[in-house]
Nanobody
Framework: VQLVESGGGLVQPGGSLRLSCAAS????????MTWHRQAPGEERDLVAA????????YYADSVKGRFTISRDNAKNTVYLEMTSLKPEDTGVYYC?????????WGQGTQVTVSS
């Protein structure tokens, strides 16, 4: 199992970014996926989750209305579209898949929201 995140960077408050997570080594379309965020000195928190297709999605209250999770099963990729970014959105973003009682994580991608 391999998860590779990309798309992070430095953005000004109010800006947007689109994160991608490319999955391999398992049947992607059979599993839900999640995005998590870890701010400096903080625990890793769930940001968004998606079911087997785009019909089921969950968002943390802190990002509801600003972030959108989606997936392309043909490309084995899950996305996180982030808009109206705030300094408190800063952190390392990880995608995750939970399979067979085990969590699989990517290496993370850094998002910094600062003027």
């Amino acid at each position: 199992v391999q998860l590779v995140e990309s798309g992070g960077g430095l953005v000004q408050p109010g800006g947007s970014l689109r994160l991608s997570c490319a999955a391999s080594g398992f049947t992607f379309s059979h599993y839900g996926m999640t995005w998590h965020r870890q701010a400096p000195g903080e625990e890793r928190d769930l940001v968004a989750a998606i079911g087997l297709d785009d019909s089921l999605a969950y968002y943390a209250d802190s990002v509801k209305g600003r972030f959108t999770i989606s997936r392309d099963n043909a490309k084995n990729t899950v996305y996180l579209e982030m808009t109206s970014l705030k300094p408190e959105d800063t952190g390392v973003y990880y995608c995750n898949s939970h399979m067979g009682g085990q969590d699989y994580w990517g290496q993370g991608t850094q998002v910094t929201v600062s003027s």
